[in-house]
């Protein structure tokens, strides 16, 4: 899995998590770009990739992401995927 496809996938999850076809993500982009991404949120989007991409990841993995450049990031390690690949 390359980086692009999870930011693919990422994406889907998110407009669907939130209601908004409009969301694009950016490796930078963090809970204080998109409305109502709060701590509830983070848990119905942590379960969702999880789901996802067969992956689990623990409470300091989830406090480490602080945007979804670095969700994508773990991901990849957990999937073996190729960070470098677009």
């Known amino acids: ?6 930011f693919e996938t990422l994406n889907t999850i998110f407009r669907n998590n939130f209601d908004d076809e409009e ?13 109502d991404w709060d701590s509830f949120e983070q848990i119905n989007l942590v379960v969702a990739i999880q789901d996802q991409f067969h992956v689990k990841f623990n409470i300091d993995e989830v406090n480490a992401m602080k945007n979804v450049g670095e969700m994508v990031d ?6 073996g995927g190729c960070p470098d690949k677009e």
């Open 23 to 35: 969301i694009s993500l950016r490796d930078d982009t963090s809970s204080a770009d998109i409305k």
């Open 1 to 6: 899995m390359t980086r692009a496809e999870v």
């Open 74 to 79: 773990f991901i990849l390690d957990k999937t």
